[in-house]
């Protein structure tokens, strides 16, 4: 179990439970009943990915990561493909049950590019906007039949993602400061597209803005780090903060709508960070 618990970096899941929570609140859904389902899709979707990150990548990890679950042969190449299937159809079939028809029309295409991530772009110069794109289509699995009204959401955290996984390249041999920087510049376009529409008040506006630069601080200071030093160790703690990251960035974009769903998001930062001392997120 603990090789499995690595192979889908479960912890890590966590961070993207605030996805669909994020996109419901801006097109001013509530999260409840069967709705609360999405989240659980969107975890399951991540997990899949990690698992068929780990299969696609099986060649590679035996010479620079030998300790994951494939190249050390605690897991199979075969049972990590079926784990990364199955962990597909469950993402599929929760949202159905979550969101109906309109909810599996974002889920089938979300599904579709986790796998062409995974197996096709990942190492070509189209990956970090492959992985964009996932964690956008992840945003409007919330957002139902209101796709237009979540757009911005789904932008900022779709901007965000596209920095992190261009550094996230560098974690091994580490990168070049010019990669860190336009890391740096997406965090700061992601900040600025949380705030940007309308907010249910001021006191909303208000958390928004206080979760926003707790997500401006945090990941700033790592990817400014990282463009200060950019070896690999610093481009692996940028890396893992701009995962973490995402949850304040999920709060800000939900607090302009609901402070209770802000807060609920923001709960799994700390539990995430602990988690990630035990089983790494990358």
Not at 39 to 55: C, K, Q, R, T, V
Not at 91 to 110: E, H, I, Y
Not at 225 to 244: E, F, K
Request: with cysteine; proline share 6%; net charge positive.
């Amino acid at each position: 179990m603990k090789a499995y618990v690595e192979l889908v970096r479960a912890p890590a899941a966590l961070t993207a439970l605030g996805d669909p929570v994020a996109g419901s609140a801006a097109a001013g859904l509530r999260m409840t009943g069967r709705r609360l389902l999405l989240p659980l899709s969107s975890a399951a979707f991540y997990w899949a990915g990690m698992a068929l990150n780990d299969w696609a990548d099986r060649k590679l990890d035996a010479v620079e990561r030998p300790e994951r679950p494939i190249p050390s042969g605690r897991v199979s190449a075969g049972s990590a493909l079926a784990t990364g299937t199955a962990l597909t159809a469950a993402g599929l079939g929760l949202a159905a049950l979550g969101g109906g028809r309109k909810t599996v029309q974002v889920a089938v295409p979300l599904a579709a590019a986790v796998w062409a991530y995974d197996t096709v772009f990942k190492p070509t110069p189209a990956g970090p906007v492959a992985m964009a794109v996932c964690r956008t289509l992840d945003v409007l699995l919330g957002a139902g039949d209101q796709p237009g009204k979540a757009a911005g959401a789904a932008a900022a955290v779709g901007v965000h993602t596209l920095g992190v996984t261009a550094l996230s390249t560098g974690e091994v041999h580490g990168a070049d400061a010019t990669t860190a920087r336009v890391a740096l510049a997406t965090s700061c376009a992601a900040t600025t597209l949380a705030l940007t529409g309308p907010a249910r008040g001021g006191w909303r506006r208000l958390v928004s803005m206080t979760a926003a630069s707790g997500y401006a601080g945090l990941v700033g200071r790592a990817q400014a780090a990282a463009v200060r030093d950019p070896s690999a160790p610093a481009v692996r703690t940028a890396t893992v903060t701009g995962i973490h990251g995402m949850v304040p960035l999920q709060a800000a974009v939900a607090a302009k709508h609901t402070v209770l769903g802000a807060a609920l998001v923001s709960a799994a930062l700390p539990l995430a960070r602990k988690l990630s001392r035990k089983v790494s997120p990358t």
